[in-house]
């Protein structure tokens, strides 16, 4: 028998008891339907991470603190007037010991290193539009290079030396700007409070509107360099030398064009001077770790429903085999080898694993895309550009080839059984 | 002398071992040549059915052996058995073994099917053996819905499709009235006489044993006589 034959049988076959056929063609459909759906929640938030990368940090750039030496002891830690409170990333509480000068000057001089910028932490009071409500507000000082999501506007400038801001959307009306657009341009006042609790106010620039991602802090100003170091001289009046110059962080610069293993390298150098580096796209690997767990979790789940599936499967097969026992008999007394019988039982059974996954991912996208773009729409209207589920062709492609692998695996038992046949014995008359 | 198409040397035959074990042929001899038509008559129960299983190389005997054309039939494993009985044998057996929900045409030209043939060649020889049985305006019809002498047509349409050397015939008639089983054996007949088809049926119908050239009389699974019209 040709090959074509043989699916062509097969196929002919499957539709022959159909009420069977579909009641396991549902049950792989369930199974395919969960893959697909819970592989597009994690294909749609990974791209999602990867997308707002660039908002969380420029990509030649590695953020270092120093490591602190007593990190690693439980318990009260021993009084060290060099810890600072973590700036960001950390939780609460968090303290890393503080970048002095010295360190700065030490890293500067490691090879690989192309500058050293100290991050100023910033801590403004409030922000104000002329003479109207004052608002708090978080700043954060703009690693150079970084790339904002704007809603309106343009980038910071880290070397120009106007006061510019971005402001988070949320401010927009606050502060009493009719639109996004009508903000780029304005004059805001930046209220600062020093050391000795005198206040002092710094105009700055709106330059662009943020949009709410990942990696900006919600209700965030993000001010260039000119205006973080007006603002940082303004809350340390009074502070000098050593009690000043304490940075919990600082942005290392390397050539934008270094390899991984060169990167690497540099995070070695850094770790043996007592420092920690790390690239954006290390910080974003530990959010992208949680993501592929709780995905794979999913899988597992929707895997298990497979291979319920595929007992089902095993069972159509066998009621198929028993009932087609005398046609078996006959195609092997005609001739046809046990290997064509088995090719005819088994591909059946990927066929109708095949029907079962394509139905299955098919109604996944539908129902998915349909899901997440509502979500976009309420939810998730404040991150734009997520889509919360996404698909791959690749990953569909795959998900099908392997229900139809666990189909053919599940179709063995049954095709073996009706490959052994004895044709005497099947033909024996009742 | 011709070598014989058929033939079966000592053949014996047992189920089953121990206490349990039967003998259904206990040595069997006997020569069919091409072009024949031979009748295999005997008692229920006898070992016919048994003795055409093991001519048609469906099964194995537990001792002795068969030859096809001078050779011993052990010698065809494989690839090789499968093609000889899928070019070599056409069967017609008691009950039809039609597949009811397929068509008549798609039962017809099976064996075609197995043996590899392309599905314009299948068809048109499908159509050809159904129009030598009058059955050609039912070639789309499902094959459930033939009468019993249509579905035995059909399957002697589907026993010679591949144009055999031998058919077998197991109780052809067994299931049909006389009328019909009349015209069913003279179709067998007529494809012995004019296409040179060696004929071999099962029987035990004295009438249809009698229209043979030559009869074999197995009694308790041994040769009792042969050619003579002595009663099973
Ligand atoms: N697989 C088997 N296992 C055990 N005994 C068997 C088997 N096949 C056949 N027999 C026995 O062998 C003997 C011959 O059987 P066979 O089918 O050849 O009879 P038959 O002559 O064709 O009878 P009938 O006219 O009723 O079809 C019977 O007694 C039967 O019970
Ligand atoms: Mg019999």
Redesign the pocket.
Known sequence: MRTIDVIGTAIDNSFRSKLRTTLTVIAIFIGAFTLTITNGLGTGINNYINNTVAAIGAQDVLTVTKVATDATTTGPKKYNPDLVAASGGGRPGTTVQALTPSDITTITNLTGVKSVQPTLSISPGYIQNGSGTKYTVTAIGAVPGITLQLASGSQLSSTSSQSQVVLAKSYVRALGLSSNSAAIGATVKIGVTDAARNSSTIDATVVGISEASLGAIADAATTNSALTQKLFDAQTVGLTGAAKDRFSQASVRFAGSASEAEVTKLKERLTKAGYSGQTVADQIGTFKTVIDVIVLVLNAFAVIALLAASFGIVNTLLMSVQERTREIGLMKAMGMSGSKVFGLFSFEAVFIGFLGSAIGAAVAILVGSGVSAALSGSVFSDLPGLTLIAFSPASIALIIIIVMAIAFVAGTLPAAKAARQDPIESLRYE | MPVPILAARDVTKF??KGAGR?D?LKGVSLEIFEGESVAIV?K???????LMHLLALLDRPSGGSIELSGSDAVLLTGTTLNTTRNRTFGFVFQQFFLTGGASVLENVILPLKIAGIGSRERKRRGLEALAALELEDKASNRASNLSGGQKQRAVIARALVNNPRIIFADEPTGNLDTATGAVVEDILFALNRDKGITLIV?T?DEDLAARCDRRIYIRDGLVVSTGSAVAA
């Open positions: 189920y089953g039967f259904a005997g229920s129960g006898s070992g016919k059915s048994t099962v035990h």
